[in-house]
C-alpha cells in the first residue's frame, strides 16, 4: 500500500537530509495563522496541508504574495475551496510559507522502475516540466561527477553557465541530487519524490526548494 506524505513532512523529511527548503509552518486555526504570518517577512505563501491534495493551484488552495491584512481572508478561502475540490479530504492545517525570492526553475526528483530500481532525475522545472520534457536520469546512487553529468546532458545547462546572462549555482544543484541519492538510499520506503520547483539561485548563492511530494510504501 502506498500513501503521499503532507507537504510539510515532505520538505522536513528533506531539510533533514541537507536539501534548502522555504521555511514552513502548520496553523490549525486564522489566530494561528496570524501569528506564524507575523514571525516570516511579508509578503508569505499559504496553501492547503493535505495528502489527499496534490494538486493544490488546481484545487484553489494556494495563494502567493499574501499580505498582512488578508491572512484571515486568505485561510478561510484555502479550507473552503478545498472541501469544494475534494469534500472527503483530510486536512492537516494550511502550510504558512516563506515567499522565497524568485531564480531558475529547476526539478530534482526519483521515482522507482519496476525493473531497474530507483531512478534519480533533473531538468527544468516549473509548471512546463512536462511540456519541456528537458530531463536528465540515472540510476541510483549517484557521486558528485555523475551529478554534474547530469546536468550537462539537459538544455538548461546552457543557462545555468550564463546563456542568459547570469551565472547559476550548478554545485548547489549537484549537492540536491547528491543529498536526495542519499536520502533514497537511506529510506528504501520512499517510491517517488520530487522538488518542483528547486529554485537555483546566482553561482555563491544557493538553492531553495518551493514544493515539495514524496511517495512511500506502508508495511501492511
Known amino acids: 500500500m502506498s500513501r503521499f506524505l503532507n507537504e510539510l513532512d515532505a520538505k522536513n523529511l528533506l531539510s533533514e537530509y541537507g536539501v534548502p527548503m522555504a521555511k514552513s509552518r502548520v496553523a490549525a486555526s486564522k489566530e494561528e495563522a496570524v501569528g506564524i504570518a507575523r514571525e516570516l517577512e511579508f509578503p508569505i505563501v499559504m496553501k492547503i496541508l493535505s495528502a489527499d491534495i496534490q494538486h493544490k493551484t488546481e484545487a484553489g488552495c494556494v495563494f502567493l504574495g499574501v499580505e498582512k491584512e488578508e491572512v484571515e481572508e486568505k485561510y478561510a478561502q484555502i479550507l473552503e475551496n ?26 530534482v526528483g526519483m521515482k522507482k522502475d519496476p525493473q531497474f530500481g530507483p531512478v534519480i532525475m533533473t531538468g527544468s522545472g516549473g509548471i512546463y516540466v512536462e511540456v519541456f520534457k528537458d530531463i536528465a536520469l540515472r540510476l541510483l546512487p549517484v557521486d558528485r561527477k555523475e551529478a554534474v553529468k547530469m546536468i550537462k546532458e539537459t538544455k538548461l545547462y546552457q543557462i545555468i553557465t550564463g546563456a542568459r546572462g547570469t551565472e547559476y549555482d550548478m554545485d548547489a544543484l549537484a549537492d540536491c541530487l547528491l543529498k536526495v ?27 531553495k526548494g518551493v514544493d515539495a511530494l514524496i511517495k512511500i510504501t506502508e508495511e501492511k
Open 181 to 207: 541519492s542519499e536520502l533514497v538510499g537511506n529510506q528504501p520506503s520512499i517510491e517517488e519524490l520530487d522538488i518542483n520547483p528547486l529554485f537555483l539561485y546566482e553561482k555563491g548563492k544557493g538553492a
Open 82 to 107: 478545498a472541501k469544494a475540490y475534494k469534500a472527503d479530504a483530510a486536512i492537516d492545517g494550511v502550510l504558512i510559507q516563506e515567499m522565497a525570492a524568485e531564480g531558475l526553475e529547476v526539478i
